[in-house]
């Protein structure tokens, strides 16, 4: 019965009820030991060329802003202000009336001349303005201090305010989304204003984003407004994203976050990994982790011509594969002349031909039989490719080869016969992290370059699947110890992944060596190529190198190089905002 009794009396209202309000200081209201102060807005600028909020939309203050409009009777505006327009012009005639009353009144009859014509004219509507703004904090001086802040701030606007001194109690009521305009404070705050200036007044104008389907990336540091951001949404010039910041800044953690987020989301995602940073998240996530060095048992064979290197009904599959063979070979040779390169373009050419490849793509087809009933031409086999050894034995056999086949011999005999075998794995996996520490820094672009051009053929095999390729440290591929066709080829990546259905990072702390390769085209056509920008946390001497490529304010340039770990500058198209990278203690689990 006594349960029936407390059920039957504890109401909703009781429940999110405070537990006291303190109404006896007239600075403040008291709420559960929560201090509110109001600020009422009772004057505006005549003229107005921002957005009137602007300033402290963006503060991050605990406040709350409450904004009326009452619309008016047109037609009985007109007839008062006609009249009033009337009356006016009388006063301006009275000769009598001191230098400040005319200016005065003059001013008056212009406004009220300006109103009639826009309502009459244009069929724009008079409405009352009515701003109110509570400050709210755990301590009185954290109030006061906040107040007179957001006082010098919109002052400087020439905006008038006036404290809500013994009328706490309304301003809190109708900073509250109960819909409450005060009668008392009413009068204190109501303006004028027109259909256009209305346009003024619009709130939602901070720099955060919010896209529909996109994931959660952190929040606003200005105002902690959340940020959700869809890469692959068509309003994008590209779904491409590049990640620059110091050791120990956060870009690490920042890319395996995305990388789970998208997990979460299906969407497969390939990982090209130099610094064996992925391999937690990947055993994490179930995905596919595969070690290329002197101790791994699995091998990508550099000439396999895979079937999916080519969209349907596309040709040219030995002519597709030249071209990046061409890149491989020039990372181990050095930089080729023309005469070089079409001696070696033609020892390939003769290499695939020992396989029975030509340029005629049925010529990578196998015809079976199952009791001499033909089927379906399959498409041929790993053990259908050349190897490195057979290579180098072509080599061999031509004098103005010998050089070449002598920088082969660590590849075919040496430490770096692990790139000298079969292609040995199937890669079915939505996850691969494609580990490449173990190759040493001397020899890392070499693999590095070995899966990039792996997953860029499962880039190209669904264009209605959505897909994304990581390539971490990426100047080892387009900086100075690189080449001009593997940075091309990286470069074409950029360009084109986005009619595949892809999205490429580029991630690196070392910005100089990302612009070392003539003279920084191929770095800056891939900042260029990206939509995404994330600048975590960078030393002076990078700052320098990017803004030459980048246009940064000064404001930015200090923003970054004052970033705290986890912190961020993001370009994201023509929005420019400084985030903190949020996750939960789940996710960090996951990935540390």
């Known amino acids: 019965m006594e349960n029936i009794i407390?059920?039957?009396?504890?109401?909703?209202?009781?429940?999110?009820?405070?537990?006291?309000?303190?109404?006896?200081?007239?600075k403040y209201i008291e709420i559960d030991n929560i201090f509110y102060s109001g600020l009422l807005i009772i004057d505006y600028p005549r003229e107005q060329e921002e957005i009137l909020l602007k300033n402290i939309v963006e503060l991050n203050l605990n406040m709350n802003i409450s904004i009326f409009f009452e619309k008016q009777d047109i037609y009985k505006t007109i007839k008062d202000l006609t009249y009033h327009i009337g009356n006016v012009s009388v006063d301006l005639q009275d000769t009598n009336s001191n230098r400040q009353d005319i200016e005065i009144a003059t001013f008056t009859y212009n406004d009220a001349k300006y109103i009639r014509k826009q309502m009459q004219i244009n069929n724009e509507d008079l409405y009352y303005l009515y701003i109110y703004i509570n400050i709210?904090?755990?301590?009185?001086?954290?109030?006061?201090?906040?107040?007179?802040?957001?006082?010098?701030?919109?002052?400087?606007k020439g905006i008038q305010t006036r404290r809500a001194y013994f009328r706490q109690e309304q301003t809190f009521k109708?900073?509250?989304?109960?819909?409450?305009?005060?009668?008392?404070?009413?009068?204190?705050?109501?303006?004028?204003?027109?259909?256009t200036g209305l346009t003024g007044t619009y709130p939602f104008i901070t720099s955060s984003i919010f896209d529909e389907n996109g994931i959660f990336i952190g929040t606003n540091i200005y105002n902690n407004s959340l940020i959700f951001i869809d890469r692959y949404n068509k309003k994008y010039k590209n779904s491409n994203m590049c990640i620059f910041g110091t050791s120990g800044a956060g870009k690490s953690f920042y890319t395996k976050l995305i990388i789970l987020r998208y997990r979460i989301l299906g969407i497969s995602q390939y990982i090209v990994d130099p610094e064996r940073e992925y391999t937690k998240i990947c055993e994490s996530l179930e995905g596919t982790l595969i070690k290329l060095g002197p101790t791994s048992n699995t091998f990508i064979n550099i000439f396999d011509i895979r079937e999916d290197s080519l969209e349907e009904e596309d040709k040219g599959y030995l002519a597709t594969k030249i071209p990046k063979l061409i890149g491989f070979f020039n990372l181990i040779f050095g930089n080729l002349n023309e005469e070089e390169k079409a001696i070696l373009e033609e020892k390939i050419i003769q290499l695939y031909e020992l396989k029975n490849i030509t340029f005629d793509d049925v010529s990578l087809y196998k015809q079976s039989k199952n009791n001499n009933i033909k089927l379906k031409p399959e498409f041929k086999k790993e053990k259908d490719m050349p190897i490195l050894e057979e290579f180098y034995n072509l080599l061999e056999k031509d004098k103005r080869t010998k050089l070449m086949k002598i920088k082969l011999i660590p590849f075919v005999k040496g430490s770096l016969k692990f790139f000298n075998n079969y292609t040995n794995i199937k890669l079915n996996n939505k996850l691969i992290v494609a580990d490449v520490y173990e190759l040493g820094e001397e020899n890392l672009k070499y693999g590095m370059y070995l899966f990039t051009d792996l997953f860029w053929d499962k880039i190209k095999n669904n264009r209605n699947q959505k897909k994304a390729i990581y390539l971490d440290e990426i100047w080892r591929l387009i900086g100075v110890t690189s080449n001009k066709e593997v940075a091309s080829f990286v470069y074409k990546i950029f360009k084109t992944i986005r009619k595949y259905g892809g999205s490429s990072i580029a991630i690196t702390q070392d910005i100089s060596d990302l612009f070392s390769l003539e003279d920084g085209a191929y770095g800056k056509s891939i900042l260029n190529n990206s939509n995404i920008k994330n600048f975590f946390s960078l030393e002076e001497e990078n700052i320098k190198v990017l803004e030459?490529?980048?246009?940064?304010?000064?404001?930015?340039?200090?923003?970054?190089?004052?970033?705290?770990?986890g912190e961020c500058l993001m370009f994201v198209d023509k929005d420019h905002i400084l985030t903190k990278i949020e996750s939960s203690s789940e996710e960090k689990k996951l990935i540390m």
């Open 136 to 156: 709210f904090s755990e301590e009185k001086k954290s109030v006061e201090y906040n107040l007179n802040k957001l006082e010098g701030i919109l002052q400087s």
């Open 6 to 26: 407390l059920k039957g009396s504890f109401t909703t209202k009781d429940k999110i009820a405070p537990s006291y309000i303190n109404l006896k200081n007239p």
């Open 548 to 565: 030459k490529y980048l246009n940064l304010s000064e404001k930015e340039k200090i923003e970054i190089k004052s970033l705290k770990r």
């Open 174 to 195: 109708s900073c509250v989304p109960l819909m409450q305009n005060n009668n008392e404070i009413k009068n204190a705050t109501r303006r004028n204003i027109l259909t």
